[in-house]
């Protein structure tokens, strides 16, 4: 008969002939090691993301604002990381950060925008 031992921490096992760990705690502490690397990414990128959305809230209360690039940089926004594009008919493109955006409007100058129910 083959001895089993679980994947974490080396408990015999005895029970199924499929069981991998001797509880959930072992089962969870070797999934979460496993994706620790993708997970710390993940995390990485999402709060960059939530940053940015905080920032284009904070700055434009009532839906619509144009405010300086500057500014948004001051505040630590980072243009390389958002949700989605938005192309017009016209060919503007909306960059958003879930549901709030913003649209370069020249050199230097961003109108923000608060995405509404007919912008998929």
Sequence with gaps: MEIRECLECQMKLSGRKDQKFCSDQ?????????????????????????????????????????????????????????????TTKTGSMYYFCYEQGYLKVDSDKYMLVQKQDYVK
């Excluded at 502490?29 to 904070?58: C, G, H, M, P």
């Excluded at 144009?66 to 390389?80: K, S």
Aim: net charge positive.
């Design 26 to 86: 072992c089962r969870n502490t070797f999934n979460n090691r496993q994706n620790e690397d993708a997970n710390k990414y993940v995390r990485r990128i999402n709060n960059i993301l939530r940053k940015n959305r905080r920032i284009l809230a904070q700055l434009n209360p009532d839906g619509k604002k144009t405010v300086d690039g500057i500014r948004l940089a001051e505040e630590g926004f980072n243009f390389h990381y958002y949700t989605n594009i938005y």
